[in-house]
């Protein structure tokens, strides 16, 4: 599936939609996602600022979703192990995320999985309003794993 009918479609997955998160971009490579959610009545908390919850769950799917369009959907399964959020200021109005891959990660993830079946990786994100002031830092751990264990280490399971 192309970028952007995956960036459609996840656009009215329920979790997103019904919260008002919304994939502004999606790279054609998947490396790149840019993500926004605007203050509405059924987002916004006591205080009149973004509900928590809402500026947690717009950071959730993200790499863990390119991370598996980029490693190989068949080859990977990859899912976020931890996540933690610093709330810095209140967010109002239009708040936003952008997620990266970039290539030196990239390789350091395929050399490692060379060798091993799994990797845990941290992302930090920063949630930022329309003036580029950072309301939220969140930390994403994903856990990486391969579908099929690497032959290596079938062969000495069987044998050991």
Same mark, same amino acid.
């Given at each position: 599936m192309?970028?952007?009918?995956?960036?459609?479609?996840?656009?009215?997955?329920?979790?997103?939609l019904?919260?008002?998160?919304r994939?502004d971009?999606?790279?054609?490579?998947?490396?790149?996602?840019?993500?926004?959610?605007?203050?509405?009545?059924?987002?916004?908390?006591?205080?009149?600022?973004?509900?928590?919850?809402?500026?947690?769950?717009?950071?959730?799917?993200?790499?863990?979703?390119?991370?598996?369009?980029?490693?190989?959907?068949?080859?990977?399964?990859?899912?976020?192990?931890?996540?933690?959020?610093?709330?810095?200021?209140?967010?109002?109005?239009?708040? @936003?995320?952008?997620?990266?891959? &970039? #290539?030196? !990660?990239? /390789?350091?993830?395929?050399?490692?999985?060379s060798?091993?079946?799994?990797?845990?990786?941290?992302?930090?994100?920063?949630i930022?309003?329309?003036?580029?002031?950072?309301?939220?830092?969140?930390?994403?751990?994903?856990?990486?794993? @391969?579908?099929?264990?690497?032959? &290596? #280490?079938? !062969?000495? /399971?069987?044998?050991?």
């Open positions: 192309n970028a952007a009918t995956f960036r459609r479609l996840i656009n009215l997955w329920p979790p997103l019904c919260a008002g998160i994939a971009h999606i790279s054609d490579d998947f490396r790149r996602v840019d993500v926004s959610l605007t203050l509405r009545w059924f987002n916004r908390n006591i205080n009149g600022a973004h509900y928590g919850g809402s500026l947690f769950s717009m950071t959730d799917p993200w790499y863990g979703l390119m991370l598996l369009k980029v490693l190989g959907e068949k080859e990977f399964m990859v899912w976020t192990k931890d996540a933690s959020i610093d709330y810095l200021s209140p967010g109002r109005g239009v708040v @936003r995320a952008r997620f990266d891959l &970039t #290539e030196s !990660l990239l /390789a350091t993830a395929r050399e490692h999985l060798r091993e079946d799994k990797l845990v990786h941290p992302f930090d994100i920063d930022t309003d329309a003036a580029g002031t950072v309301v939220a830092k969140v930390r994403n751990t994903v856990y990486i794993r @391969r579908r099929i264990p690497l032959a &290596t #280490e079938t !062969l000495s /399971a069987a044998t050991g």
